[in-house]
């Protein structure tokens, strides 16, 4: 088992930045890629981007492409949400996922944290 733990989020400013941190334990080495996923109030969960761990490379979706950065930190297994520019539309709690395989669903979820961006 994994267990994922997200941190970082808050009440930002639009324009604002702010970097979330997911930090993973239990079977990591099981462990070959990393999402980032989020919900709004009233909407479905959404893609926002995610990380093959041990080549560190990223794929975004296009509404974040540009603005927000994954990386990691494979010695803490940690991995990291970069935002910059946030927008209001940005606002929803902010869940990180882990799966075993690039052919399956994610098999780990974090319990999500709140990113709030204001005018």
């Known amino acids: 088992q994994v267990q994922l733990v997200e941190s970082g989020g808050g009440l930002v400013q639009a324009g604002d930045s702010l970097r979330l941190s997911c930090a993973s334990s239990g079977e990591t080495s099981s462990i070959i890629e990393m999402g980032w996923f989020r919900q709004a109030p009233g909407k479905e969960r959404e893609f926002v981007g995610r990380i093959i761990l041990k080549i560190g490379s990223t794929t975004y979706a296009d509404s974040v492409k540009g603005r927000f950065t994954i990386s990691r930190d494979n010695a803490k297994d940690t991995v990291f949400l970069q935002m910059s520019s946030l927008r209001l539309e940005d606002t929803a709690v902010y869940y990180c996922?882990?799966?075993?395989?690039?052919?399956?669903?994610?098999?780990?979820w974090g319990q999500g944290t709140q990113v709030t961006v204001s005018s």
């Open positions: 996922a882990g799966r075993r395989s690039l052919f399956r669903a994610y098999d780990y």
